[in-house]
């Protein structure tokens, strides 16, 4: 239909209609298996502060009026509860980082969201929907003392469909980059210097 | 003479009607196999074909990859395929677009890791599909105006466009490592739309006839033929 509507020119004008209809929120749900790896002999405690579970970014038109509310917390909370015990022999998650330091574990691991990018087809001119999510990835020890701290970048991207909403090819992107997180993460986590150093020694 | 004329003229202009569809329907496909090793299946190994996602901009469609699946899995010489998101699931994250194999010499490499080759074994594949490519509309011309007024609702006009399917397949033997043929599919067609009162579209099946084809060449291509 929207290729349809693109075609005969009638695309604008349901454009034009929908146009000033306030905000559109996005809540970016999704499925994420578990990655088959090999586990590390280590306990790690996984904290989520309040910035990351409430985690929303805000899409502006050109003309400066708000168009997207992506909220994306919950999901990324789901997605690392899928992938750390997938990756470490042992892993709890805790509310608070008092709590993570009486956990009697190797470490504690605090994800943070730094940047979030949403790339519509309207402004790229491509025919691809794409986000683009950087993350400070921080280990610390129980003291609290940083063991590694390094940067990840995640992106994803989906097509332009028939029958498919702005809303739904948003977090189908979404969703894409999450994987794109989870895949480069549990891939490369032996791989960054300070957390391989840190290995050796458990 | 001919005792029936309304029913005479209704019928010619029924089948005019049908053959301007079938006119207006018209996809031309070229299929280009190119063929770089022996294949062969067993009854009980398996099939699956993935989509290149590493473009920047474009995606192949899922939909276009489950479509050439569905068909390479039914009718003659049908074989045995496991669905792409089924397959990427259980092998996840090994098969994501930044980690996936790009070459056959990155399968060898992967297939070291005793996860990854005991999840193939599992499903028993034989042969990885790699399908890559797009379709394309250009030639949008004409326009179409819609009224509504008091007495009804009425749209007026003409619009047609081209549409470009290209698609390449690359077909992989897990058993050796190697890419054993490519087969390329192009297809086009032109699309109309003309509109007296209603819009009637004719729309060119351009990919649908990619995905048939490329499936009826690939299910020959594995099977040996």
Known sequence: ?202 | MNPYPVFAEGYYKFCLLIALSVIASCTSTTVDEFRQGETGITSDETVVVLGRRQASDYETRSEFIDCVGEKMGRGDNALNIIPEQEFIDAMFPWFEPRTAPLRTQDLAKLMAEDVVADKMGEFGIRYIVWVDGFTETSGRTGSISCTVGPGGAGCFGFGTWEDDSNFDARIWDVGSFTNVGTINTDASGQSYLPALVIPIPLIARVEANACSRLADQLKGFVKGS
């Open chain 1, 1 to 202: 239909m929207n290729k349809l509507l693109n075609k005969t020119g009638l695309a604008p004008m349901f454009a034009l209609l929908l146009a000033n209809c306030g905000v559109n929120n996005v809540v970016i749900e999704g499925q994420f298996p578990t990655p088959n790896i090999s586990k590390m002999p280590v306990s790690v405690a996984v904290y989520y502060d309040q910035a990351l579970r409430d985690f929303a970014y805000l899409e502006y038109t050109e003309t400066g009026s708000e168009e997207f509310n992506i909220e994306s917390g919950a999901s990324h909370m789901e997605l690392f509860n899928s992938i750390t015990p997938a990756m470490f022999e042992q892993v709890i998650f805790v509310e608070s980082m008092e709590e993570a330091q009486t956990a009697g574990v190797d470490a504690i691991f605090a994800p943070a969201i730094e940047e979030f990018q949403l790339a519509l087809p309207a402004k790229t001119k491509l025919d691809v929907y794409e986000v683009w999510i950087k993350y400070n990835m921080r280990l610390l020890t129980v003291q609290g003392d940083y063991i590694a701290d390094w940067v990840v970048t995640s992106y994803g991207k989906s097509p332009t469909e028939t029958f498919r909403t702005v809303e739904g090819a948003i977090n189908d992107a979404a969703v894409v980059a999450l994987r794109d997180l989870a895949s480069t993460f549990s891939l490369s986590f032996g791989d960054v210097p300070e957390v391989r150093d840190w290995l050796k020694q458990q």
